[in-house]
């Protein structure tokens, strides 16, 4: 298949490993998640247009902390919003081309970091059909969440890798800055977005025309194929 895309710094080295985000990235779980946090908001006294543009790629405690500052028992909304979300699967689903392209990577050399707990991060991906990878980076393994550094930093790490040494795939702003602060090229996965993204990074809407050539080393070079 030959390659189609312009060339993009991105696409000039290989990697150690891949590091996926989950929400917005690997799956679509946008329907479900305005749902739950719009109810949230309405429960709260919150005014939802506000508060949902800023959930995005961050942990739910965080978003209560922000935008709930005198709540009583932070933990006790996040815990209501997890469970919520638990239970509303409705329309998550896999992105374009995820599931042949997650295949394509041998299992020591891809993570999901995500900002979601265990518990909904194993949901969602049974719902999309996902497997599960050896090495899941969740909400609770984490003292600072995304835009902190510390989720992809601690990916890496566990993979045996260093962050600059890998590539991180988000879709969301405070994800993003996270890749970028941990010192790692990113992929911006602009599926869910409903607006033009303006970003220096590699920007592709799905995984449909992406494709994995390995290197020497067990190393992973990205490639944008013809479909």
């Known amino acids: 298949m030959p390659d189609i895309a312009p060339q993009h710094p991105t696409?000039?080295?290989a990697y150690d490993a891949f590091l996926f985000d989950m929400d917005g990235t690997l799956i679509n779980s946008i329907p479900a998640t305005l749902r739950i946090w719009?109810?949230?908001c309405q429960k709260m006294g919150l005014d939802a247009e506000s508060?949902?543009?800023h959930i995005h790629g961050v942990r739910a405690i965080d978003t209560v902390k922000?935008?709930?500052p005198t709540c009583a028992d932070p933990e006790k909304e996040a815990a209501w919003l997890n469970a919520a979300e638990i239970a509303d699967l409705d329309g998550v689903t896999a992105l374009p081309g995820v599931l042949r392209f997650l295949n394509s990577l041998p299992p020591t050399r891809?993570?999901?970091v995500t900002s979601a707990s265990e518990a909904l991060a194993l949901a969602r991906l049974d719902a999309a059909g996902i497997a599960v990878p050896p090495v899941l980076v969740t909400a609770e393994q984490i003292q600072h969440g995304k835009?902190?550094?510390d989720p992809y930093l601690h990916g890496a790490r566990r993979l045996g890798f260093t962050a600059p040494n890998c590539l991180v795939w988000e879709d969301a702003p405070a994800g993003v800055r996270s890749g970028e602060a941990a010192g790692s090229n990113v992929v911006v996965i602009t599926a869910?977005?409903?607006h033009p993204v303006n970003t220096p990074h590699l920007a592709v809407p799905d995984y449909a025309?992406?494709?994995?050539q390995s290197e020497p080393g067990g190393m992973l070079r990205l490639r944008v194929v013809a479909g």
């Open 11 to 13: 696409l000039d080295r």
């Open 38 to 40: 719009t109810a949230w």
């Open 51 to 53: 508060v949902i543009p």
């Open 66 to 68: 922000r935008f709930a």
């Open 110 to 112: 891809w993570a999901i």
């Open 147 to 149: 835009p902190a550094p």
């Open 192 to 194: 869910t977005h409903d």
């Open 209 to 212: 025309n992406l494709a994995i």
